[in-house]
Nanobody
Framework: QVQLMESGGGSVQSGGSLRLSCVGSGYNVAPKSMGWFRQVPEKEREGVAV???????SYLASVVGRFTISRDDTTNTVYLHMNNLKPEDTAMYYC???????????????????WGQGTQVTVSS
């Protein structure tokens, strides 16, 4: 059974930084794409950053230049480094894995095959 376990959320002031981590377990072959989505109440879940096996990454336009996604397949871990955080980044962040390409998975959450439980990120002004 595939499981994704997030950590690293928390509360920071505007301009601060956080690093989210997600460790995957239970799969025989590393997922083609792993990434991060976020959701606030009453809004749809949106793809923030997704990275494919081998490195191509896709980012939400509003986080380009501030967030960096990386993955370490020797430890089944995907990271999201978030710098210059803004109040509008406040959300529940979910780790995700799937077989689609990075861009497609980021823009089509319905193709995600596995989700983590989520970790809260709160940015205060």
């Amino acid at each position: 059974q595939v499981q994704l376990m997030e950590s690293g959320g928390g509360s920071v002031q505007s301009g601060g930084s956080l690093r989210l981590s997600c460790v995957g377990s239970g799969y025989n072959v590393a997922p083609k794409s792993m990434g991060w989505f976020r959701q606030v109440p009453e809004k749809e879940r949106e793809g923030v950053a997704v990275i494919e096996l081998g490195g191509p990454a896709s980012y939400l336009a509003s986080v380009v230049g501030r967030f960096t996604i990386s993955r370490d397949d020797t430890t089944n871990t995907v990271y999201l480094h978030m710098n210059n955080l803004k109040p509008e980044d406040t959300a529940m962040y979910y780790c995700a894995a799937g077989a689609a390409s990075g861009w497609y998975m980021r823009t089509h959450p319905a193709v995600v095959t596995h989700w983590g439980q989520g970790t809260q990120v709160t940015v205060s002004s």
